[in-house]
């Protein structure tokens, strides 16, 4: 079972697990990543309208520290069932055994449903990569195992539908969308030419941002930059932001940006920064993935205020009771 100063220290510690459940709790981002992952003609068989997320998760505790899996349920066309598995890595070099853990994630859903007396229904697969290497591992079980070829038959077959960002063109990455921002986003992470596309990056979200949720996806996108990105400087990232959103006067930077900057200044040592930041983050990020297990649970989704006003400790009290209850919903 978890506890919650483990489950806050686990969720602190993988910021590519917290900024792409961000991404994905927006079902548009959901919907548009399958428009591009799977092939047109089994989109179109999708009623991606219906989509929304599902109540269980199926990736196994020891594979946390690489993986987020994120399952949604959706109606197919006919008006039969359907769910959609999204695998995210965040691996700096692909899974040899990527293909035979989705394997592993079916089956597991297709037991869950046996043992509610539902009928097995299909499974799509997505995989979303962002190292920085072209993903040159495994997309199907038959590779993985050896033999000869007449036993191939007998071997799982499927092929694992791959969004490689490394991939991706620097054009179509600058596609007006929120979306494909989030997904230059993600390729860019670790990449040394992170600081100097941050300008472009920055002006490019600010006219992106939806007017009722701006602030908090610029909060998550701030909060990302300084715990994944570990090649950026807080000064860097400081200028960046001052640039953009206090262009011509303006006063438009956040006031999460605000009180980060400060926290981290005001120690004057790296460290006494790393400190201060990690404390500031802690209190958001753990208010986001509150209600992300909230909404997986099926319980009322607290406000952000309501969250806000509670202490970092009872927060994180919180956030361990939500995640040893769906600990418990996955056994």
Request: proline share 5%; with cysteine; aromatic share 6%.
């Amino acid at each position: 079972m978890a506890t919650s100063e483990t489950s806050a220290q686990d969720y602190l510690g993988n910021p590519h697990d917290r900024f792409t459940r961000h991404m994905l709790a927006n079902l548009d981002n959901v919907r548009e990543l399958v428009r591009r992952a799977l092939p047109a003609e089994v989109v179109e068989q999708l009623d991606l309208a219906s989509l929304r997320p599902a109540k269980q998760s199926f990736v196994d505790q020891t594979l946390r520290s690489s993986h987020t899996d994120l399952v949604f349920e959706t109606q197919l066309a006919n008006g039969a069932e359907a769910f959609v598995v999204l695998l995210l890595e965040h691996k700096s070099s692909p899974d040899e055994l990527t293909a035979f853990q989705v394997l592993r994630y079916i089956v597991r859903l297709g037991e869950e449903r046996l043992r509610n007396k539902q009928p097995l229904c299909p499974v799509l697969p997505v995989v979303l990569y962002h190292g920085p290497r072209p993903w040159n591992a495994a997309r199907s079980v038959r590779e993985l195992v050896g033999g000869p070829a007449a036993f191939l038959e007998f071997v799982p077959d499927f092929t694992l539908p791959l969004v490689d960002l490394s991939q991706w063109s620097d054009d179509e990455l600058r596609e007006e969308s929120l979306f494909m921002a989030y997904m230059s986003l993600l390729k860019y992470i670790h990449d040394d030419s992170l600081p100097a596309r941050l300008v472009e990056f920055f002006r490019l979200l600010r006219r992106l941002l939806p007017p009722a949720s701006g602030m908090e996806c610029l909060e998550a996108v701030l909060r990302y930059l300084f715990s994944g990105a570990s090649q950026l400087s807080n000064d860097v990232l400081q200028a960046a932001v001052v640039q953009v959103f206090h262009e011509e006067g303006e006063s438009l930077m956040p006031t999460i940006a605000e009180q980060v900057f400060q926290a981290g200044l005001e120690k004057g040592e790296q460290q006494g920064i790393e400190q201060g930041i990690n404390r500031g983050l802690a209190h958001g990020e753990l208010i986001g993935e509150i209600r992300v297990l909230q909404q997986m649970l099926g319980k009322a989704v607290s406000t952000r205020e309501e969250l806000r006003g509670k202490s970092l400790e009872e927060l994180t009290e919180l956030a361990g009771e939500l995640n040893a209850a769906a600990s418990r919903r996955e056994n």
